[in-house]
């Protein structure tokens, strides 16, 4: 393959780069949009009790779930004036008219004192938006703007599920463009300072550009097929950026080594698509696996990161692996052109510090002589001192995960959205000033029964602790007791023998203790069928999805880690440290998300409202992308320390020149990583705060304190134990193992090539 590779990219260089960017116009022209047909939900899992008692309530019961709520406050007087109420009747009638709208139904229209706020200045109007999540928003889009703001003498203000998740879409599509638009100037100044040259630093922002692109357009064409989160567009930004950089920086780093060592331009593309390039393409498949294992999950909102996740990773590969060599051999060694460094050469130069003898590669012989200079003390010193370092960062790194012991979790409700969002100032009204969550309950859908069974099955549900009322077709119900007997409470919850019944929780809906009751509320006997659902059912159908598919998930990404890092290394010992360092680098995230985003540590300055529990789904997605990002950077420094060691033989040595070699693309991958991570962080969701900000601090824990210190001072510690293998599985290695095999370097060029395993590592032991 890699040759077949290098062979393209010499002989039509040109068409490489023409056919790159006529894919570049078919994706952008594919993908424009793709946004507006991504969707904010996806926390349902098909099939389960919730999700079947939603299809039912649509089927039977029309309008009985309320998705769109309007607080209405009278400009004058309360709401029960005659002038307040027939201009809400009026509003009223007329949303009821509108297509696409059912069980409308308002104060005024019932009555009902659980549809006004209890200072009886405003009333609620409650409806259902019919159909999919974009018929829902499309609905929406199309009647906002003729019943928000003044309405006859009315104040109305939107809410409910549909404008929560439309004012999260929106939200997360103008955050994702501000965060492009800090990100890409700050990465492109770190590129620079990291390379030295403006052109250098421009080639990984173009495989960025190909991998976002080609990605976006993968998304509208899988939108048009099945669910997509509108949350998985951040993770094409992340990775598309954060992957071409990884890859790009360990591409050109390599290309200009074997520039250094005397190669032509054309032979040194290939030996860097032959040795660097293996690596690529395994760090590539490791966290491709990584999100992959997302499928595994029902629920769409966790599949729709496999979808973004797996394109963008193979994007970024195939980007790095042939458009980036054509560019290379165009370029040649003007690959240093706009070189930034060489006011600084001249000022050594000036104070007699040295001379570069062939002008044409002063940029990529300096670099070649020193980089890693710096890295190779590093892992000297860390080697000296491997128990200390090692126990010292392992019991940190425990200590920054405890918090995690004390998760909980939940889902996130309408205040992840900033305060200025309307819908949640609605739902906040709702929560403190109207008793019984009208737009939220506990929803019961029963099978063929008596009026004397349901009444029964109503009063025992509503004796339950942490029950407020439980309201039915025969009446409402308080601590198992008919409040109503004469008659219904409410019209329209008897169809074809099936019943709706509503369990009204007295405290929050969707905390531990409203969970805690769908429990009981199913656990509870039934004189027939009932499927239970609500906002709270559907995050314990959700909890339980994952706890019965975690293990699949998990089994997954660490066999497939396994195998590809024996393949590398040939190695039993060297994969099993590996998925144990990558698992320490989620420590710190993990701890931090509980101690911040749960516990409210640092809300004020971060300026979200914690709630007491994190939702469910985003750490399952973070470990996925984490611990693959992780393994990205190990197979970076692995496989640079096996290419050493099968040179030298000395694990020491090839320990820290690995280190020494890697250690520098590593923390600067990971810089610009963790830029784009935090750009993605200052979102104003709380979700996507949590997923930008917790993965940046992933990766910056891995690359400076894992790879930095645990590594060297592990692999110290176990020595050429590291290299171990059943003879049967070296057999294996022989036939099948991946070998970068990097062709020694020329006599008259080792010097320069090798002065930091050498002459630095003799000062370095000194």
């Not at 077709?473 to 019944?501: M, N």
């Not at 991570?677 to 304190?705: E, K, P, Q």
Request: proline share 5%.
């Amino acid at each position: 393959m890699f040759p077949a590779l290098a062979r393209l990219t010499a002989a039509r260089p040109r068409l490489v780069l023409i056919s790159a960017l006529l894919f570049l116009a078919l994706a952008g022209f594919v993908g424009r949009g793709a946004g507006d047909h991504l969707l904010a939900g996806g926390t349902e899992v098909p099939k389960s009790s919730s999700a079947r008692a939603a299809a039912a309530l649509d089927r039977e019961f029309p309008g009985s779930r309320p998705n769109l709520v309007l607080l209405v406050t009278p400009a004058r007087g309360g709401v029960d004036s005659p002038e307040s109420a027939g201009a809400a009747k009026a509003l009223t009638d007329r949303l009821a008219a509108e297509a696409g709208i059912v069980g409308v139904r308002s104060y005024w229209s019932t009555g009902s004192p659980a549809l006004r706020t209890d200072d009886g200045r405003s009333g609620l109007v409650l409806a259902h938006l019919e159909g999919s999540e974009n018929a829902v928003a499309d609905t929406l889009d199309r009647i906002a703007p003729h019943y928000r703001g003044t309405q006859g003498g009315l104040d109305v203000r939107i809410g409910g599920l549909a404008a929560v998740q439309h004012d999260i879409q929106s939200t997360i599509r103008d955050d994702l463009v501000r965060a492009e638009m800090i990100a890409l100037p700050i990465t492109l100044l770190i590129l620079v300072l990291v390379f030295g040259s403006a052109v250098a630093a421009l080639l990984p922002l173009g495989v960025g550009l190909f991998a976002m692109f080609g990605t976006n357009a993968v998304l509208r064409v899988v939108a048009g097929v099945t669910d997509v989160s509108v949350f998985a567009q951040n993770l094409t930004t992340v990775l598309g950026l954060g992957l071409a950089v990884d890859y790009g920086l360990f591409m050109v780093r390599r290309y200009r080594e074997e520039l250094a060592r005397g190669l032509s331009p054309t032979e040194a593309v290939a030996t860097t698509l032959r040795t660097a390039g293996r690596t690529v393409l395994i760090s590539a498949l490791t966290l491709a696996v990584s999100l992959a294992a997302m499928l595994a999950f029902p629920q769409y909102f966790l599949r729709s990161f496999a979808y973004a996740g797996i394109p963008v990773v193979m994007l970024a590969a195939v980007g790095a692996l042939v458009v980036l060599p054509a560019a290379l051999v165009l370029l040649g060694k003007r690959i240093d052109a706009g070189d930034l460094r060489k006011p600084f050469r001249r000022l050594r130069r000036s104070r007699g510090a040295g001379t570069d003898s062939t002008p044409g590669t002063q940029s990529t012989q300096s670099a070649a002589s020193t980089d890693g200079t710096g890295w190779l003390r590093v892992a000297h010193t860390v080697m000296r001192r491997a128990p200390l370092v090692a126990f010292a960062t392992l019991a940190g790194l425990v200590v920054l995960g405890l918090p995690f012991l004390g998760v909980k979790f939940g889902t996130a409700d309408d205040r992840q959205l900033p305060v200025t969002a309307e819908s949640r100032q609605v739902q906040q009204v709702i929560r403190d000033h109207i008793d019984g969550r009208p737009a939220g309950s506990i929803e019961i859908v029963l099978g063929d029964t008596s009026a004397a069974e349901r009444a029964g099955y109503a009063a025992r549900l509503s004796a339950l602790d942490g029950v407020a009322r439980v309201v039915g077709p025969d009446g409402v119900f308080r601590a198992g007791q008919a409040e109503s007997p004469a008659g219904p409470a409410e019209p329209g919850r008897l169809e074809g023998g099936s019943a709706y019944l509503s369990v009204v929780p007295a405290g929050e809906e969707l905390s531990p203790a409203g969970q805690e009751l769908v429990r009981e509320v199913r656990a509870t006997p039934a004189p027939a069928q009932a499927l239970v659902g609500g906002a709270a059912a559907v995050v314990v159908d959700g909890k339980d999805a994952i706890a019965d598919r975690l293990w699949i998930a998990g089994a997954v990404v660490v066999l497939a880690t396994f195998v590809l890092v024996f393949l590398l290394t040939g190695s039993v010992v060297m994969p099993l440290l590996a998925v144990l360092f990558a698992a320490l680098s989620l420590t710190a995230m993990f701890g931090a998300v509980v101690w911040v985003v749960q516990d409210g540590h640092l809300s004020g300055l971060l300026d979200f409202t914690p709630t007491g529990s994190i939702e469910t789904q985003l750490p399952v997605l973070m470990f996925c992308v984490a611990f693959g990002l992780s393994m990205d950077y190990g197979v970076f420094l692995l496989s640079r320390v096996k290419e050493e060691y099968d040179t030298t033989g000395d694990h020491r040595h090839s320990v820290a020149i690995g280190l020494a070699r890697t250690g520098s693309i590593i923390t600067a991958a990971a810089c610009v990583l963790a830029v784009v991570m935090a750009a993605i962080g200052a979102s104003r969701v709380t979700n996507t705060m949590m997923f930008g900000a917790g993965l940046a601090l992933a990766v910056l824990v891995d690359a400076f304190v894992v790879r930095g210190l645990l590594v060297p001072a592990t692999l110290a510690l176990v020595g050429e134990r590291s290299w171990w293998a059943p003879a049967f599985l070296r057999r294996v290695h022989a036939r099948f193992g991946i070998d970068e095999g990097g062709a020694p370097a020329p006599a008259e060029a080792r010097p320069q090539t090798v002065a930091v395993s050498s002459t630095s590592h003799e000062s370095a032991t000194r």
